[in-house]
Structure formats: structure tokens, C-alpha cells
């Protein structure tokens, strides 16, 4: 069974740190590439950060760059996001999901998110 499970969510500070956790199972880690999603109260999904299957590339919206960083540890099947510097505008919940594509086609899995929560 494909499973992904976030961890890390919380109410946090704003100025304050938390790291995301997104443990897989069920399926090859390593042959697949891993993003960060997020949905704000009332909004729609907005992809936040990716590291493709190697953990050497990596991308990140404007919106989170500089503040947010994501790893992954191969040898635990997990993905993680360090969050610093958060605002209120960073208050969602947070998706990982994992991504693999080949010739014929192409195939998503998706957590089920962890809410963050920034406010004093």
C-alpha cells in the first residue's frame, strides 16, 4: 500500500521555525521526484517546493524562496521542509506528493497534509 505521512505541522510564532516531515512507503523513494503543496484557508493549491529524484535539484516559489528549504534522506524514504522566517501568509495545509513519469505516462501520489499554522 502507497502511503505518505506528513508530520511537523503546529501553531508557530510568527519569525518562528518548523520542519515538515512526508515519511513514504509502498513504492521505489528513489525513483521518484518530491514536491510541497500547500492550500490556504478559503484558496486554492499552490505547489511551494520540489527536489527531484536525486535530491540535487531544487525549486521554489518566489513566495517561500530564501525562507524554505527541502531535503530528502533516501535512506529513511523521506522528504522534509525546513520553514523559517514564517509569516501568516504561510498558514495552510501542507501536501507532499511524490511524482514519476515515463514514456507512457505518468503517476501522482499525495499525502494527507499537515496544517501549519503561523499567529501570535
Known amino acids: 500500500e502507497v502511503q505518505l505521512v506528513e508530520s511537523g505541522g503546529g501553531l508557530v510564532q510568527p519569525g518562528g521555525s518548523l520542519r515538515l516531515s512526508c515519511a513514504a512507503s509502498g513504492f521505489t523513494f528513489s525513483n521518484y521526484a518530491m514536491s510541497w503543496v500547500r492550500q490556504a484557508p478559503g484558496k486554492g493549491l499552490e505547489w511551494v517546493s520540489y527536489i527531484n529524484s536525486g535530491g540535487d535539484t531544487t525549486y521554489y516559489a518566489d513566495s517561500v524562496k530564501g525562507r524554505f528549504t527541502i531535503s530528502r534522506d533516501g535512506a529513511k524514504n523521506t522528504v522534509y521542509l525546513q520553514m523559517n522566517s514564517l509569516q501568516a501568509e504561510d498558514t495552510a495545509v501542507y501536501y507532499c506528493?511524490?511524482?514519476?513519469?515515463?514514456?507512457?505516462?505518468?503517476?501522482?501520489?499525495w499525502g494527507q497534509g499537515t496544517q501549519v499554522t503561523v499567529s501570535s
Open positions: 506528493n511524490a511524482f514519476s513519469s515515463w514514456s507512457g505516462g505518468c503517476i501522482v501520489y
